[in-house]
């Protein structure tokens, strides 16, 4: 497969604990132009498997792995070990650290960080993947502060904050609906009011539903990395 600029389409490999979030990612990264597909993995015994047996040309890897023996980082070293060469690109919600502070010198190659954000683009964590691939070190993001998420949610009714916690587990609006004893139409209303509250400056073509997912965990907890 080849892009609409003649070069060959990424595999990707992602890993993250959450598999709720694993799916939404996966969609969004999924549909852009230059990716030829995302397989995920919820811990590290998983993502080795899957490198042992399949073919990918980048791994984003999440920082906290939940209960997983291996965090990130030591997965991505892990990797490292049997192959070198690997594009390893951090995807979190922590700001980035200096690459220095937490890799080894023999391992800064290949390998970056963005941090996740209600207003990251495919095209961006895609660029950071082909800038990976050249053997770039892109520790995006910086050590700046986060705006506080208590603000954002005091701004969402109790009754959107509900249907939003459940739309993090990854059910879709019926399956809400059904949960909480509520019409359909009544949960899409509520799911679009919060998006507004959520994600105010989509740009065209933003999946409304994963940038809106991202925000609300960003912002429910920011000690926690999603």
Same mark, same amino acid.
């Given at each position: 497969?080849?892009?609409?600029?003649? /070069?060959?389409?990424?595999?990707? %490999?992602? +890993?993250?604990?959450?598999?709720?979030?694993?799916?939404?990612?996966?969609?969004?990264? /999924?549909?852009? /132009?230059?990716? *030829? /597909?995302?397989?995920?993995?919820?811990?590290?015994?998983?993502?080795?498997?899957?490198?042992?047996?399949?073919?990918?040309?980048?791994?984003?890897?999440? =920082?906290?792995?939940?209960?997983?023996?291996?965090?990130? $980082?030591?997965?991505? %070293?892990?990797?490292?070990?049997?192959?070198? *060469?690997?594009?390893? =690109?951090?995807?979190?919600? &922590?700001?980035?650290?200096?690459? @220095?502070?937490?890799?080894?010198?023999? @391992? #800064?190659? &290949?390998?970056?960080?963005?941090?996740?954000?209600?207003? #990251?683009?495919?095209?961006?964590?895609?660029? =950071?993947?082909?800038? !990976?691939?050249?053997?770039? +070190?892109?520790?995006?993001?910086?050590? @700046?502060?986060?705006?506080?998420?208590?603000?954002?949610?005091?701004?969402?009714?109790?009754?959107?904050?509900?249907?939003?916690?459940?739309?993090?587990?990854?059910?879709?609006?019926?399956?809400? *609906? @059904?949960? #909480?004893?509520?019409?359909?139409?009544?949960?899409?209303?509520?799911?679009?009011?919060? $998006?507004? =509250?959520?994600?105010?400056?989509?740009?065209?073509?933003?999946?409304?539903? !994963?940038?809106?997912? %991202?925000?609300?965990?960003?912002?429910?907890?920011?000690?926690?990395? +999603?």
């Amino acid at each position: 497969m080849t892009t609409a600029t003649g /070069g060959s389409a990424i595999r990707l %490999l992602y +890993v993250d604990d959450d598999p709720a979030l694993c799916a939404l990612v996966a969609n969004w990264l /999924g549909a852009h /132009g230059d990716v *030829a /597909g995302v397989v995920v993995a919820n811990d590290a015994k998983q993502a080795l498997a899957l490198l042992d047996g399949q073919s990918f040309d980048a791994v984003l890897l999440d =920082v906290s792995l939940g209960a997983s023996r291996l965090n990130g $980082y030591e997965l991505g %070293l892990a990797i490292r070990a049997t192959d070198r *060469a690997m594009p390893l =690109v951090m995807f979190s919600q &922590h700001p980035a650290p200096r690459a @220095e502070d937490v890799l080894p010198a023999s @391992e #800064l190659h &290949h390998w970056s960080y963005v941090r996740k954000s209600t207003d #990251l683009s495919a095209d961006a964590v895609v660029d =950071v993947v082909h800038r !990976t691939k050249r053997g770039d +070190v892109a520790f995006e993001g910086g050590a @700046e502060g986060r705006t506080a998420g208590a603000d954002v949610l005091q701004r969402l009714s109790p009754r959107q904050r509900e249907v939003m916690a459940l739309a993090a587990t990854g059910l879709d609006a019926r399956a809400i *609906a @059904e949960h #909480l004893h509520l019409a359909h139409v009544s949960v899409r209303r509520e799911l679009s009011r919060a $998006y507004k =509250v959520l994600v105010p400056d989509a740009a065209s073509g933003t999946d409304l539903r !994963t940038a809106a997912v %991202l925000a609300y965990l960003r912002h429910a907890d920011p000690a926690v990395p +999603v």
